[in-house]
């Protein structure tokens, strides 16, 4: 049985790899290395799931197996949000989670995220350790422990009230447009929100296994027609949307416009840092976008940088004492919350940006650019074997590069997770090897859409792809 973990949880096709045999063989491993870890009492773990096709019946199975090997298990009676299972985490005093979830990929896919007692992502060495237990033939060393069911829902949405001024949110006037994508976020946007001047309008919150319409539950732009039309025709205040578990965003401003993943990134560092007026380290992925330096830069606070996949965020902003974490691909965590990303509170602490600046968000982007310069991103992703891809890139790692690349001076390389090269002006290039999907990736941000293009032309031709 070939389970591997990458950057965020193990992923595989259901009824081929990712069986009911497969789930509990991990479920037994999580719990050997819970008893490792944890031998004064009894573990205790959550179990949470999202809208994904038998979710439920997968998540019954990997708590049975838990509790058969002597671990407590809280198990969700209703599908919710990945963060809000980490909230759960945390509320509970456990000492871990288990999710059935497989984020953005398509329909056939499943998969499971571990994350730990502060709610994060499991960090690489706590899954290897999982991987290193599959199949192992030892006792657990527990008696078998009850499943409880809980529905943590309620005390998710008090967390959220809390981090964000939702009255003042909510007396705003505002008119949201949330698509839920069909998955797990779905109805709580509105619980949040309705009840007040402010009105929530929801789409795609059915629960449909299939997403129709889309590859997969990923809030990128090409998923987001029907968003910005909705948005644009309606004339809202903002659209957001949530991928299949609901820890990462998609935006949409007033106009209908899509507005990156970088370009978001950007705008909450801007917020936590001059309408909070907090203090402290950012934590951001060998993805993450130079917009962030250059505002951390303004503000005197220092920018930490990581391999790329959110445990290893969540890692630097617990041991840093981050105020603020966030990656390419739309996740966001604030140290005020929880170390893993959580999409509701990201569209929450947006709406309140936008309520006390008084302006709409192009307004805000548009201030954004006045200040740190126009910044543009592109990623591109290569269909190649992970052998392949890996290759590639080690192929890369011992090339030697020329002084100018695009045109441009080459500052640095640097190897921290697959091969970026920074130039003179902040711009950047990034090639590495996706850790979820059979993909070499290639990312570019610079000043200008023609230099973006330039860049991955430039790392394509290098690579011969």
């Given at each position: 049985?070939?389970?591997?973990?990458?950057?965020?949880?193990?992923?595989?096709?259901?009824?081929?790899?990712?069986?009911?045999?497969?789930?509990?063989?991990?479920?037994?491993?999580?719990?050997?290395?819970?008893?490792?870890?944890?031998?004064?009492?009894?573990?205790?773990?959550?179990?949470?799931?999202?809208?994904?096709?038998?979710?439920?019946?997968?998540?019954?199975?990997?708590?049975?197996?838990?509790?058969?090997?002597?671990?407590?298990?809280?198990?969700?009676?209703?599908?919710?949000?990945?963060?809000?299972?980490?909230?759960?985490t945390?509320?509970?005093?456990?000492?871990?989670?288990?999710?059935?979830?497989?984020?953005?990929?398509?329909?056939?896919?499943?998969?499971?995220?571990?994350?730990t007692?502060?709610?994060?992502?499991?960090?690489?060495?706590?899954?290897?350790?999982?991987?290193?237990?599959?199949?192992?033939?030892?006792?657990?060393?527990?008696?078998?422990?009850?499943?409880?069911?809980?529905?943590?829902?309620?005390?998710?949405?008090?967390?959220?009230?809390?981090?964000?001024?939702?009255?003042?949110?909510?007396?705003?006037?505002?008119?949201?447009?949330?698509?839920?994508?069909?998955?797990?976020?779905?109805?709580?946007?509105?619980?949040?929100?309705?009840?007040?001047?402010?009105?929530?309008?929801?789409?795609?919150?059915?629960?449909?296994?299939?997403?129709?319409?889309?590859?997969?539950?990923?809030?990128?732009?090409?998923?987001?027609?029907?968003?910005?039309?909705?948005?644009?025709?309606?004339?809202?205040?903002?659209?957001?949307?949530?991928?299949?578990?609901g820890?990462?965003?998609?935006?949409?401003?007033?106009?209908?416009e899509?507005?990156?993943?970088?370009?978001?990134?950007?705008?909450?560092?801007r917020?936590?840092?001059?309408?909070?007026?907090?203090?402290?380290?950012?934590?951001?992925?060998?993805?993450?976008?130079?917009?962030?330096?250059r505002?951390?830069?303004?503000?005197?606070?220092?920018?930490?940088?990581?391999?790329?996949?959110?445990s290893?965020?969540?890692?630097?902003?617990?041991?840093?004492?981050?105020?603020?974490?966030?990656e390419?691909?739309?996740?966001?965590?604030?140290?005020?919350?929880?170390?893993e990303?959580?999409g509701?509170?990201?569209?929450?602490?947006?709406?309140?940006?936008?309520?006390?600046?008084?302006?709409?968000?192009?307004?805000?982007?548009?201030?954004?650019?006045?200040?740190?310069?126009?910044?543009?991103?592109?990623?591109?992703?290569?269909?190649?074997?992970?052998?392949?891809?890996?290759?590639?890139?080690?192929?890369?790692?011992?090339?030697?590069?020329?002084?100018?690349?695009?045109?441009?001076?080459?500052?640095?390389?640097?190897?921290?997770?697959?091969?970026?090269?920074?130039?003179?002006?902040?711009?950047?290039?990034?090639?590495?090897?996706?850790?979820?999907?059979?993909?070499?990736?290639?990312y570019?941000?610079?000043?200008?859409?023609?230099?973006?293009?330039?860049?991955?032309?430039?790392?394509?031709?290098?690579?011969?792809?």
């Amino acid at each position: 049985m070939a389970i591997q973990f990458g950057t965020d949880g193990w992923r595989a096709v259901i009824a081929d790899e990712f069986t009911f045999a497969s789930v509990r063989a991990v479920a037994r491993a999580y719990a050997l290395m819970l008893h490792e870890q944890v031998t004064e009492r009894r573990p205790q773990v959550v179990v949470g799931y999202d809208r994904r096709f038998a979710s439920d019946a997968f998540a019954r199975a990997a708590a049975e197996t838990l509790a058969a090997a002597g671990v407590s298990v809280h198990l969700a009676r209703r599908p919710l949000p990945t963060p809000a299972i980490s909230w759960a985490t945390v509320a509970l005093g456990a000492d871990g989670a288990l999710v059935i979830t497989a984020s953005h990929n398509p329909p056939l896919y499943n998969g499971i995220k571990l994350k730990t007692a502060a709610g994060a992502s499991a960090p690489p060495a706590l899954v290897r350790r999982v991987e290193a237990l599959l199949g192992a033939d030892r006792e657990t060393g527990g008696t078998a422990a009850p499943v409880v069911e809980i529905d943590p829902t309620d005390d998710y949405l008090a967390g959220l009230r809390a981090a964000v001024n939702l009255p003042r949110i909510l007396s705003a006037g505002l008119t949201v447009v949330a698509d839920a994508m069909f998955g797990a976020a779905a109805g709580l946007l509105p619980l949040l929100l309705n009840g007040d001047a402010t009105e929530t309008i929801e789409i795609n919150a059915a629960h449909n296994p299939l997403f129709p319409g889309l590859k997969g539950p990923e809030p990128v732009e090409r998923n987001l027609a029907r968003l910005k039309k909705v948005v644009a025709d309606g004339g809202a205040t903002l659209g957001v949307a949530f991928d299949g578990d609901g820890d990462r965003i998609g935006v949409v401003d007033e106009r209908g416009e899509y507005v990156s993943t970088q370009h978001v990134f950007g705008l909450l560092a801007r917020y936590v840092l001059e309408v909070r007026k907090t203090r402290g380290p950012i934590v951001k992925s060998v993805t993450g976008s130079a917009m962030v330096d250059r505002l951390a830069e303004r503000a005197g606070v220092p920018v930490v940088e990581t391999a790329t996949g959110f445990s290893r965020i969540a890692e630097a902003m617990q041991e840093e004492g981050a105020m603020l974490g966030g990656e390419e691909s739309g996740g966001y965590a604030f140290g005020f919350h929880l170390p893993e990303r959580d999409g509701l509170l990201a569209a929450l602490l947006l709406l309140d940006y936008l309520v006390q600046s008084g302006k709409p968000l192009s307004a805000l982007l548009a201030e954004m650019e006045a200040a740190i310069g126009p910044w543009h991103y592109r990623r591109v992703d290569v269909p190649l074997a992970p052998e392949v891809a890996a290759k590639v890139v080690a192929q890369v790692q011992a090339s030697e590069w020329p002084s100018r690349i695009a045109g441009m001076p080459l500052a640095g390389v640097r190897d921290i997770d697959g091969v970026k090269l920074e130039f003179e002006d902040g711009s950047w290039l990034l090639l590495r090897p996706s850790g979820t999907e059979p993909l070499l990736r290639l990312y570019a941000e610079a000043h200008s859409p023609d230099d973006v293009d330039a860049l991955l032309a430039a790392g394509r031709e290098f690579l011969g792809i």
